[in-house]
């Protein structure tokens, strides 16, 4: 009888770990897309990933905060930094999974020394992305920033601006869609990867991979330990993992490690 209890018992614990569900909110490109390449080893570890897509940056926070997810895939550091001091967050980094270099894109012009003056350029409305588009044009010679190391710059910095350049701000993700109407637009990769942009032959600047802003996995203080997080982690630094990023994204995303 004991043995029969015990083997009842091996056989609900294994149920009970073959049934663990983690849900994961991510971008679509490339997050949502390295996420599902890893759904396979993980379901062998006994780990249902479900992957929750969103195209925005707001929600898949909010939602980790509120406990209505598991964790997210979709920004970097200094957004997280800035999200959690703006709503009182206390989301955490648990992994650097990758880094999109954020780029300078132009249907009208194919350098920026075209670009005329009065040009309007449109870049991210998030502190740390717009912050982001300016210090990449200041390291290109089109604008010159008061301090060049400021990731929270807004346009109000900007000391010198030779071409009397005309600055929009718009949400990340609707940017693609308004390429057509601007002269130049600064693209987080990820958006531009679902424009069907090539950021590697599209993009007339794109940051060097020296940048900082590595994409990472985030939780919560309560779940960024648990099994089934460690797990996801493990399965993301694989040397699967970056070959499928080299391979799909050809150097337009490249992996952080």
């Known amino acids: 009888m004991k043995k029969l209890l015990a083997a009842v018992a091996a056989v609900a ?12 909110a991510a971008t679509p490109v490339p997050h949502a897309e390295i996420l599902e390449f ?19 940056y707001i929600q898949p926070n909010v939602q980790v905060a509120e406990k209505r997810l598991d964790a997210n895939f979709f920004q970097h550091q200094p957004y ?24 300078a894109y132009s249907s009208k012009y194919k350098t920026l020394e075209e670009l005329p003056a009065t040009a309007t350029v449109v870049i991210p409305n998030d502190a740390t992305n717009g912050g982001r588009a300016l210090l990449l044009l200041d390291k ?31 949400e990340a993700a609707t940017i693609p869609r308004v390429l057509t109407q601007v002269d130049l637009a600064l693209i987080n990769t990820n958006y531009a990867l679902e424009a069907k942009l090539d950021p590697a032959k599209d993009a007339l600047v794109i940051e060097g991979s020296d940048s900082p802003y590595v994409n990472i996995l985030v939780a919560r203080e309560d779940n960024k330990d648990a099994e089934a997080m460690k797990k996801l982690i493990a399965a993301l630094h694989t040397p699967e993992v970056k070959a499928f990023i080299l391979e799909k994204y050809k150097g337009a995303v490249v992996p952080a490690f």
């Not at 759904?39 to 897509?53: E, H, S, T, Y």
């Open 13 to 24: 614990a294994f149920s009970a770990q073959a049934a663990e569900t983690l849900t994961v």
């Open 38 to 56: 890893v759904k396979p080893a993980l379901a062998k570890q006994g780990v249902d990933l479900k992957v929750k897509v969103f195209t925005d």
């Open 80 to 103: 997280l930094d800035e999200f959690n001091k703006a709503k009182g967050t206390h989301l955490v980094s648990v992994a650097g999974v990758h880094l999109e270099p954020l780029g």
């Open 140 to 170: 290109a010679g089109v604008i010159t920033l008061k301090d060049d190391k400021n990731i929270l710059s807004t346009v109000k910095d900007i000391t010198g601006n030779t071409k009397n350049l005309k600055f929009r701000e718009l």
